[in-house]
């Protein structure tokens, strides 16, 4: 099935702005004033190696490049100085109605608003006036990466100094920085990509007394984000977005957060969970911030406490420390977990050697582990498989963590099956519904793309598996917790991008990648689905109403 989706691409925030022209990799680098012009000019030159070429002269002329497809090749810059103050920006911006370019950075130094900025500290414009830049975050993400302070925020534009008090207010409506001329001249960018970026000269702590050395730490980190600009404008294009479905949140995670969710209005804050309840950083923050306390063992659970077991499951050697304690335990191991356990006993009690395929350290590998620790067996490879010394070679059973890969394991039970004729498999796969599902989604996207993004935690098994998943495929693929961690250098030259989620990572996630791929250009959005998945897990009975 294949639903189509256009998106805008920034542009007048909620006027669904269109294009003026195809955005192509030609930047117009907008800076108001000479000084700024001259920071900037200095940051490209040294990024190409001390030449200005491709750089025209900063004045405020006419002409300009031609727009024209995004290509990975690097794009001309024309660096125009605009003016300082909204009057001079508005008459430029009028002048700039007539001119081609492909995308639009604007470019300069700024007063900070709140009091944890400091001089030299860039703010990247999510809002300028009333014109959005959704690519900000990408944006923020490039330039930290680049070892410079960045945050992203509104940037609102005044039409004269303003004093404290004043900032004061701005701070208080939400705004971040305050400047003199982005918001006319982000507006002549009319539909095509544009983004902000600006040096913080002076904080409420740092005054306008203090301008001199504020504005020069504010003016050397222009001159280093510079590169940064230019490698945003090669990011730039027109592009197709290609969702693997099913992706994102399965069963046990939804089950597994829905858990304390509930502990946390039933009991109130603080609730301890062991471990993180599942492999993601969004989720585990957005949890703390509600109360949420996540602890590596359970020593660090006050006594009498009720404490929360993650979905990847517990050994049996943990539940006894917990009755110990006399913790109040909720159990949120997905069912699936607990299926390969209970597998895992069945077959020691039945005097079998299990052989369990999985990746040592894996929170969900040591609990299974620890179910009959004398009689299971890790095996990651097939050598794992030749240097296994079972009691009895006629009884070998064989389990799997759930998120491996599904054609890496089965290599390792095929090796297993080999070496033991009459090696027992699980009654049903060990690898979940979701992982399956996932696997098959995403090979089916990344046939299709040049580059597949996967939002997902560096812990989260079942995503880094899709990673590999697609680059078994020919497909170069990266792990993403945020949009922020997308390289522009990743995005020049991919016109298709497949976008999936691991069965940790949330759905907003994927909303906010294609909201900061469309700040770069039209972005059309296709889903790609292999199978829909209707299964829900029941909760445990101390949090069901
Ligand atoms: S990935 Fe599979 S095993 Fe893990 S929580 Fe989700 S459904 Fe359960």
């Known amino acids: 099935m294949t639903e189509t989706i256009p998106r805008p691409h920034g542009g007048v925030a909620g006027a669904g702005a269109v294009a003026a022209a195809e955005p192509g990799n030609s930047l117009l680098l907008c800076a108001p004033l000479g000084i700024e012009a001259r920071a900037l000019r200095r940051g490209l030159r040294e990024a190409r190696g001390g030449r200005g070429d491709g750089i025209p002269p900063c004045a405020g002329g006419s002409g300009g490049s031609s727009p024209r497809a995004s290509t990975d090749r690097p794009p001309e810059v024309t660096l125009l100085?605009?003016?300082?103050?909204?009057?001079?920006?508005?008459?430029?911006?009028?002048?700039?109605?007539?001119?081609?370019?492909?995308?639009?950075?604007?470019?300069?130094?700024?007063?900070?608003?709140?009091?944890?900025?400091?001089?030299?500290?860039?703010?990247?414009?999510?809002?300028?006036?009333?014109?959005?830049?959704?690519?900000?975050?990408?944006?923020?993400?490039?330039?930290?990466?680049?070892?410079?302070?960045?945050?992203t925020g509104r940037i609102t534009t005044v039409?004269?100094?303003?004093?404290?008090?004043?900032?004061?207010?701005?701070?208080?409506?939400?705004?971040?920085?305050?400047?003199?001329?982005?918001?006319?001249?982000?507006?002549?960018?009319?539909?095509?990509?544009?983004?902000?970026?600006?040096?913080?000269?002076?904080?409420?702590?740092?005054?306008?007394?203090?301008?001199?050395?504020?504005?020069?730490?504010?003016?050397?980190?222009?001159?280093?984000?510079?590169?940064?600009?230019?490698?945003?404008a090669a990011a730039c294009g027109t592009r197709r977005v290609l969702l693997a479905g099913p992706r994102s949140f399965c069963a046990g995670v939804e089950r597994a957060?829905?858990?304390?969710?509930?502990?946390?209005?039933?009991?109130?804050?603080?609730?301890?969970?062991?471990?993180?309840?599942?492999?993601?950083?969004?989720?585990?923050?957005?949890l703390t911030r509600r109360g949420a306390v996540f602890v590596d063992e359970l020593d660090q659970?006050?006594?009498?406490?009720?404490?929360?077991?993650?979905?990847?499951?517990?050994?049996?050697?943990?539940?006894?420390?917990?009755?110990?304690r006399g913790l109040a335990v909720i159990d949120a191991t997905c069912p699936l977990v607990s299926k390969v356990h209970a597998e895992a006993r069945r077959f020691a009690a039945d005097g079998y050697t299990v052989a369990l395929i999985g990746h040592a350290g894996h929170e969900e590998v040591e609990g299974t582990l620890g179910e009959a620790p004398d009689s299971t067996v890790l095996v990651q490879t097939t050598e794992d498989v030749a240097r296994l010394r079972p009691r009895d070679e006629e009884r070998v059973a064989y389990l799997m963590q759930t998120t491996l890969s599904v054609d890496e394991a089965a290599e390792v039970s095929a090796a297993l099956r080999e070496r033991f004729g009459s090696v027992r498999a699980p009654g049903s796969d060990d690898i979940c519904y979701a992982t399956t599902n996932r696997q098959a989604a995403v090979r089916a996207v990344a046939a299709e793309s040049d580059l597949v993004l996967v939002a997902g935690s560096a812990n989260s098994s079942n995503s880094v598996r899709l990673v590999e998943t697609c680059e078994r495929a020919g497909t170069p693929a990266h792990?993403?917790?945020?949009?922020?961690?997308?390289?522009?250098?990743?995005?020049?030259?991919?016109?298709?991008?497949?976008?999936?989620?691991?069965?940790?990572?949330?759905?907003?996630?994927?909303?906010?990648?294609?909201?900061?791929?469309?700040?770069?250009?039209?972005?059309?959005?296709?889903?790609?689905?292999?199978?829909?998945e209707s299964i829900r897990f029941g909760l445990p009975k101390e949090v069901r109403q």
């Open 81 to 151: 100085r605009t003016g300082y103050g909204t009057t001079r920006a508005a008459r430029q911006a009028e002048r700039l109605s007539h001119r081609p370019f492909g995308q639009m950075m604007i470019m300069g130094v700024g007063g900070g608003l709140t009091i944890d900025l400091s001089p030299g500290d860039l703010v990247v414009g999510t809002e300028v006036g009333a014109v959005s830049c959704p690519s900000a975050p990408l944006l923020a993400g490039e330039l930290r990466r680049a070892g410079l302070p960045a945050r």
């Open 301 to 324: 659970v006050p006594d009498g406490a009720t404490v929360v077991f993650s979905a990847h499951g517990v050994s049996p050697a943990v539940r006894a420390q917990a009755s110990r």
């Open 159 to 232: 039409d004269h100094l303003i004093r404290r008090p004043q900032r004061a207010a701005l701070a208080a409506e939400g705004a971040l920085l305050v400047d003199m001329e982005s918001a006319p001249l982000a507006a002549a960018a009319d539909g095509r990509p544009v983004a902000v970026i600006r040096a913080v000269s002076d904080t409420p702590h740092h005054p306008l007394a203090g301008i001199v050395s504020g504005g020069l730490a504010a003016l050397r980190s222009l001159r280093a984000a510079a590169p940064v600009a230019e490698r945003w």
């Open 479 to 532: 792990l993403i917790d945020s949009a922020e961690d997308i390289q522009l250098g990743w995005l020049a030259g991919a016109q298709v991008i497949g976008l999936t989620a691991g069965a940790s990572a949330p759905p907003a996630v994927v909303e906010e990648i294609i909201s900061a791929l469309a700040g770069l250009g039209p972005v059309s959005v296709s889903e790609r689905v292999t199978t829909t």
């Open 257 to 286: 957060i829905e858990i304390v969710e509930r502990v946390l209005q039933r009991q109130g804050a603080p609730v301890y969970v062991r471990k993180q309840i599942v492999h993601n950083t969004r989720v585990v923050g957005d």
